[in-house]
């Protein structure tokens, strides 16, 4: 990927999420993680009242990373990543995840993407950002 | 508004927590790129974390004994015990300086930077920001983190 090759507008590429119990648990445990909500349903919808096992909130921050990351390969690095969870998303529930150039600054070789984890009716449920440099193509991008 | 925020809660503001060191392990690296179906070969194979690996990096593992009804531990995440009991991951800001890479000892800092409430859909809610530097053996800058926890 190449700097000159970008242009805003340009989308990332969208990946389908259906978290199922066993991801989930791995997740969870991968984290070190042990609220009842990820894996106890009858305390989730009895105690916390939600409708079902909650996905994690920061497991929909990695799916926003990665579709950074899987989108840039090893054409760069990542500077800066924001995302805050805004919807609960449960169970059950496939989401996509995916993404938008927002801001290409040659000069800087730097380009910033604007992500979203969306739920089937198409809401919003995690957005984010990101900022990522380009590695110097060598010796000028154009020239070639 | 009336506030759920006291004085009491508002001085933890600036507060910092005794700095956690944590050796970054393969294993971890490799276990947690499978839990979050990660693609890219290089967090499969462990030689680099994947940039929300981070996510309870150091969290200080409590034994069970000490842990709440709903699982968390008791007065988790440094900082004062607030009226609302329910608490969820709000997000995160990221500012990363190199990547994670497996035997990196790496120290993080917590401190909490905000408290403040909103008035939500189903009731009052308390955000808590706290800021999370990390370092590595050098005493170098490997990330910076924003994170916020909402509690309803």
């Known amino acids: ?144 | 508004m009336s506030s759920l925020l006291t004085d009491e809660h508002k001085a933890w503001i600036g507060r910092e927590s005794p700095p956690v060191t944590v050796e970054v392990s393969r294993r971890d690296i490799v276990r947690y790129a499978i839990a979050t179906e990660q693609v890219q070969q290089r967090f499969l194979d462990g030689d680099e974390a994947p940039p929300m690996f981070i996510f309870n990096l150091f969290g200080i593992p409590r034994p069970i004994a000490e842990l709440r009804a709903d699982g968390l531990p008791r007065g988790s995440g440094a900082g004062p015990r607030l009226p609302l009991a329910r608490v969820m991951a709000g997000g995160t800001e990221l500012i990363l300086h190199r990547p994670i890479r497996p035997g990196d000892v790496l120290t993080g800092t917590t401190r909490i930077v905000d408290m403040y409430e909103k008035q939500g859909g189903q009731g009052p809610l308390i955000f808590t920001v706290r800021e999370l530097r990390v370092t590595d053996a050098e005493g170098a800058a490997v990330l910076e983190e924003l994170q916020t926890s909402i509690a309803r």
């Open chain 1, 1 to 144: 990927m190449r700097i000159a090759d970008l242009n805003v507008g340009d989308t990332l590429p969208e990946r389908s999420h259906t978290p199922g119990n066993v991801s989930l648990f791995l997740y969870n445990a991968a984290v070190w993680n042990a609220h009842r909500i990820h894996y106890d349903e009858r305390y989730t919808r009895e105690v916390e009242k939600h409708p079902g096992i909650v996905i994690d909130g920061p497991l929909q921050g990695d799916w926003l990373a990665q579709c950074v990351t899987n989108w840039l390969g090893d054409s760069g690095t990542l500077l800066r990543f924001q995302y805050s969870n805004r919807r609960a998303t449960y169970l059950g529930e496939t989401l996509a995840s995916g993404g938008r150039v927002t801001a290409v600054d040659a000069d800087r070789n730097e380009v910033q993407v604007e992500l979203w984890v969306k739920n089937a009716a198409g809401e919003i449920t995690s957005p984010g950002t990101a900022t990522v440099r380009l590695h110097a193509a060598s010796p000028r991008a154009d020239a070639d």
